[in-house]
Structures are given as C-alpha cells and as structure tokens.
C-alpha cells in the first residue's frame, strides 16, 4: 500500500450545506477543495436527486446559497468590479441562478452588509445581519449621507470602542458594538423591517411557513452577555409579535415547530453548569414544561480534521422531529414525538455531517468508518447506509488507512474508551515509537472515523493512540462533568489509558512515546508536561496554561474559566491557579513544541506564551511557531499553507526526538 502523506489533505474534498428544494424533490450542496497557491478554498455548487448529481456552478471563494424556488438560487457573488466596489461600501449583492439554463443574472442590491435567510414567500426574505449602529443607518440614507458615514466607518477602523463583553470572538473577529438583527425585506417596496423589539438581540430562529409565522429565541441586551434566553413569535404577515417565554432562568439554545406546535431546547444549567445537556420543553402561559430528557450530546461532536463548514442536522416529517445525536463515540439518527417518545431510529457508525428529509428518503453526507465524506441515503426499514457519492475514493485509493483497535480501561463506575491505530507496514518484531492525541472540548469525542493527522503519524510508523476521558460528550452529564476537577480525573483516565496501550502492544517503545493536543489538548498537554517526564516530547497546540488570565482575555472566558474551574478569578484565586498548568510550569523537563494563532480569541495567544516563556527561561528545549491571521480552527479550517505548515511542525518536532 502506498503511503499517505502530510499534504495529502489538500486532494479531499468536503461537502457542506447540504438543504432541499421547496418542494424537497431535490437537494443542493458545496463541494469544496483547498487551492495551496492561493491559500484558500474553492466551492462548486451540485444539485442531486439523490441518484443523480449534477454541478451548476463554479462559486470561487462563495461559501453560501439559499434556494428561491426550485427552479432558482440566490448566491452572494462578487462578478463585476461594481459588485466589488459595492462591497466595500457595505453593501450586499445577490445573483439568481436559473438551475435549468444555468444563466446567472443580478437578483438584489442591499444597502448593508447581511445574508438571506429564507425566502417566505414571493415577496417577502428574511434577512440577518451584525452591524454596529452606523452601519445600520445605511439602509436609510441617500448617497450624499451615505459617503459620510462611509468616511466615518473608515476612520473608526483604526480603534475599538469595548463597553461590553465579549468584544471579540473567534473567527468573526471584533463585534464590540455590533448588533444582530433579523429583518424581513419586502421585495417591492424594498424596506427592510426588523422583526424584534430594539433591546432585543435575537439568536437561532425557526420558521412556520404554513403559519406564517418565525419563533426566534432572543436575549435583553446587556454589557454582558446573558446566559440565559428568551422566546419570541413574529407573525409576519399580520405584523404581530408575541413574548412567549421572558423568564431569565433557562439557557435556550434552539427553538423548532413540530406541526404547529412549538418546541424547544433549554437547560437550567443547576446540576451540571453551562455544558449542561438541553432538554425538549413546550410553552405555555410564560411556563416552559418539560417534554422530554435528553442525556446524550444533541448534535454532532465527533471530532475530525476533515470538514470544511457546517450543514443542518435536523428536520421534521410524519408529526417527529428527527436529530442527530452524539451517543458514546457516534451519531445516532433519533426522533422525538409531541408525545414526548425519544427513539434511536439508526445508529450511524461514524459521524452524520448534515442531513436532509427528500423524496420520502433519508439523505446524509458525514464521515462512515474510514472513509472521508461521502453523500449517504439512509433507508430506515431496511436498517442500511447506502453510498451515493464517490468524491473522495480517489484520494485515499491505494493508501494505508489504519483501522482502529478498540481499547477499553474499566472502572467501577465508569469505563474509558479509545483506540489504537497500527503503524504503516507494522510487524510485531519491530519496536516504534507512539503518539498520544488528546481531543479539545473538553465536551467533545474522538470516534471511530478518518482524522487525517492520526492517519498520516501512523503512515510514518507511528502508533496513534486517543480516548474519551472523563469530560468528553456522548455519556451524559455525569460523565461530562469535569468543573473544578481539571488535571485530575481526566489526566488520571488518560494515563490509565496510555498504561493499557503500552501494555497491550509492547512493540511501543516506552522511551518515545509523545504526547500532543489542541485547545483542551492543548491544556492537557501542558498539564501533562508539568506533572510527569515519561513522554519524549510534547506539541502543545491553541492551548489553556492560565484560567486567571484566560478569564480576561478568551471570548468566552469571562463564563467558561468560572464555570468549568468552578471559581472566580478574584475570590477563589488560588483554586484556578490550582488548576493552571503554568503554576507546574517549572517542573517541566520535556521537550516542548508551541503551535498557536494570534488570532485565536478563543485560546489567546498569552497563554502559549506565558508558559513558553517559563520553561525557556529554565532551558528546556522548546519552540513556538507563531501562525499569523489564523485562528482557533487552524488545524480544521485553517488555510491550506497554515495547516501544512502545522502538520509539518508537529511531525518534525517528534522525529527529531524519534
């Protein structure tokens, strides 16, 4: 078998947004694919009936599309140099594609930035968009009017005014100031009108065609982010608004009509804090009731490095609700009735990436066994998966693809899970030496499915050995519940489990086995470096070393460091310094690899370099690869060169202890 390399991830491909027509007869999707000399990636647009799949557009760098109808797609393009002028002057344009003559003609010109939502029907689009207050009067002024504040918005780049929390956060950068709003765009008039009150700021939504009507979850706004939600209906064809739930009491994180009646996803967060599995509740009278328990991950959490955007994992038919879920080291496809029935309807043995409802058929695109993403129909009666796309076989056809080994740590009162990949060309009389990969989360699982980097270590005869500790999703809230505990039953379940390994193959070569993980990963990483010298090196990748700090500086610190420490930064100072691996930071003697992104606002930068800055300062051999205009994704969705660049690094910085 031929070997799979490092920069092989740039040959896959990667399906997102996966949605149906109105009609649900045919569904679209991207493809898209890495370009290394441009550094970014490409889309190309397909459409399916679930046999037959045909492109319909090269997008270039356009990531996004909406159907109009089924005959007709709106997709924000920048074809023109008016278009792109329009750009930067804030404004949004739309072009309709004709899906049978495949002809592209200008649909919309918006004064603001924003993006089409739905289409409610032919005179009416619901919009979003984040803008702070002068973006927002754009959609108001003459051109005159609008060059000033044009000049304004130029001249407010070179500073932040923060009165809030959070002023930035990973990915879409600073959004200090900035609001959300939904807004519904009548297509003759062209007024654009928002559908919720001004101190609202409204989040997920959820549309009734058949009503007319769109149930939105909303916050008060604050100077600091709310952690609980509210609940609001907007009938847009009577223009009525209803206050549905306005209790602060619930974390509200998704709202969906089951025929014509309202359901919703919320926790109380009071056993179990803000990782708090969300249950199944109706409304009534300002009072939610519970529906339904749900003790398993809602969604898909299954970690890997070989997905490129997101796609909808749910949708209704038949008076159910149907979902995916992350049960132990999988998804499971499960429905929920108005009754309050959760059934697992199939267990899919990898990860569901998106799925849609077409043709009175289950179709799906994820991560099946150790393939890379593929398009999948799901036949319930039958209990199968059947494969209907073929776009990634070429890329790993002919290479090693290690299968992993199942191993179990018991305990009683819990077990641990994980596997065990065998190197490339493996024989038993043959010492190698070992990776431990640590998942991030820490409320995420490592699964049975293709992770490239895991892939290409053992294909340069390495094992690669990974687990689900205690804090990782798929068990319930028990077992995630790791607040105030970290560094301590979680680094004691991944030792144990690299005890077992190192029992169970004694090929592994116990003098070089390292170590290596991104955010919480990374955190354990460098837990793990400050505790115990067994590993040979270490790469700490967007990591935690410091909850003091981070509580101040990452995007959601200011909740998640009090939440998961289980402390406040100024009144339970010595507990989170307890738990900082920097406080351990001169008991380090391992070799030592720093990957981070100084754009990462979810782990800031500080916090590799306070603890790179400690153990150099105490001569321990380490390194820091500083990766700039990248953020925390980079290892997921990085641009192509960034995430070669960081393959490159690791696997280097372990050979040369090899």
């Not at 009108?193 to 769109?214: C, F, L, Q, R, T």
């Not at 065998?422 to 293709?450: C, E, M, N, Q, R």
């Not at 560094?487 to 193959?505: C, E, H, N, P, S």
């Not at 953020?631 to 280097?652: D, F, M």
């Amino acid at each position: 078998m031929n070997q799979l390399k490092l920069d092989d991830f740039l040959n896959y491909r990667y399906i997102s947004r996966l949605t149906t027509n109105p009609s649900q007869t045919k569904m679209a999707f991207l493809l898209a694919k890495a370009r290394f000399e441009k550094n970014d990636y490409s889309y190309e647009l397909y459409e399916s009936d679930g046999t037959r799949h045909q492109k319909l557009l090269n997008l270039d760098k356009t990531s996004s599309f909406i159907y109009e109808s089924d005959q007709t797609i709106l997709i924000p393009l920048e074809k023109t140099k008016e278009d792109k002028k329009a750009k930067k002057e804030q404004k949004s344009i739309y072009y309709r594609l004709n899906i049978a003559s495949k002809k592209v003609e200008k649909a919309y010109e918006f004064p603001i930035a924003l993006e089409i939502l739905e289409v409610l029907d032919e005179h009416t689009l619901l919009l979003s968009a984040k803008l702070n207050d002068k973006e927002y009067q754009l959609k108001d002024l003459n051109d005159e009017e609008r060059k000033k504040v044009l000049d304004e918005l130029k001249k407010d780049k070179n500073y932040e005014e923060i009165q809030e929390l959070p002023f930035y956060f990973n990915g879409p950068g600073f959004v200090a100031n900035k609001k959300s709003y939904l807004m519904t765009y009548d297509v003759n008039t062209k007024m654009m009108m928002p559908i919720h009150k001004e101190s609202v700021i409204p989040g997920s939504y959820k549309v009734d065609k058949a009503n007319h009507k769109i149930a939105y979850i909303g916050s008060n706004i604050q100077d600091t982010k709310p952690m609980t939600q509210q609940v609001y209906l907007y009938e847009y064809k009577k223009f009525i608004h209803h206050d549905l739930y306005t209790k602060n009491d619930y974390s509200i994180s998704q709202v969906i009509f089951i025929d014509d009646q309202l359901i919703v996803r919320a926790s109380d967060m009071k056993d179990y804090g803000n990782n708090q599995n969300a249950d199944f509740y109706t409304i009534k009278e300002n009072t939610l009731s519970k529906l339904a328990t749900l003790d398993t991950g809602y969604g898909n959490s299954v970690g890997s490095d070989c997905r490129l955007g997101g796609s909808s994992s749910h949708f209704v038919k038949d008076h159910k609700l149907y979902f995916v879920a992350t049960v132990d080291d999988h998804t499971d496809l499960m429905s929920l009735s108005l009754k309050g029935d959760i059934h697992t309807e199939f267990a899919f043995d990898g990860s569901v990436d998106g799925m849609v409802f077409l043709n009175n058929q289950i179709y799906a695109f994820g991560l099946y066994r150790q393939k890379l993403q593929e398009l999948y129909r799901i036949d319930l009666n039958l209990e199968k998966v059947i494969q209907i796309s073929r776009y990634n076989q070429k890329a790993i056809r002919g290479m090693y693809v290690a299968k992993p080994k199942e191993l179990i740590v018991k305990y009683p009162s819990h077990e641990i899970k994980g596997w065990v990949l065998l190197p490339k060309d493996y024989d038993s009389k043959v010492s190698y030496p070992a990776i431990l990969d640590i998942h991030g989360g820490p409320k995420t699982v490592y699964g049975k499915v293709f992770y490239h980097e895991m892939q290409a270590w053992a294909n340069k005869g390495y094992f690669v050995f990974f687990c689900n500790p205690r804090g990782s999703d798929g068990k319930g809230n028990e077992f995630a519940d790791i607040r105030g505990k970290y560094g301590t039953i979680d680094y004691d379940d991944l030792m144990a489990f690299t005890d077992k390994v190192l029992k169970k193959y004694p090929q592994i070569d116990k003098n070089k086995v390292f170590v290596t993980g991104g955010s919480y990963g990374g955190f354990m990483t460098n837990w793990m470096i400050g505790h115990t010298n067994r590993f040979k090196a270490a790469a700490t990748q967007r990591s935690i070393s410091n909850w003091l700090s981070f509580y101040g500086t990452s995007d959601i610190g200011f909740y998640f460091a009090k939440d998961q420490t289980d402390g406040h930064p100024n009144l339970d100072t010595d507990k989170l310094w307890e738990q900082s691996p920097l406080k351990y930071a001169l008991n380090v003697k391992t070799p030592t690899l720093f990957i981070h992104s100084d754009k990462d606002y979810r782990c800031p930068i500080e916090q590799a370099m306070q603890l790179y800055a400690v153990i150099k300062e105490q001569g321990v051999p380490s390194r820091f690869v500083w990766f700039k205009e990248e953020t925390h994704e980079l290892s997921r969705s990085g641009k192509p060169q960034g995430r070669l660049k960081r393959l490159e690094e690791i696997t280097c910085w372990f050979e040369n202890y090899r």
